[in-house]
């Protein structure tokens, strides 16, 4: 079941702690990206949480990104 949810936190936080393979390597977790490399009118598109899970659009690049819902409300 898909619940629709609103977030406290920043959209370019959100961004920067992206852990998909995109963003950061799945072997030793450094970031392959710069904060100052992504777009400066980053958004969160779209949110929704499933089992523990959120779920998050970023526009305007439309960049998928999965968070720990326990995580995100620590
Ligand atoms: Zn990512």
Redesign the pocket.
Known sequence: MEVAMTLDAPAIWL?DN???????HPGNGQKLFNIGDLAEDVSVDHVHEDDGVVHIRFGPDG???VFDSDWLNS
């Open positions: 961004r992206c852990s998909c393979p995109e963003c950061r960049h998928a990104s």
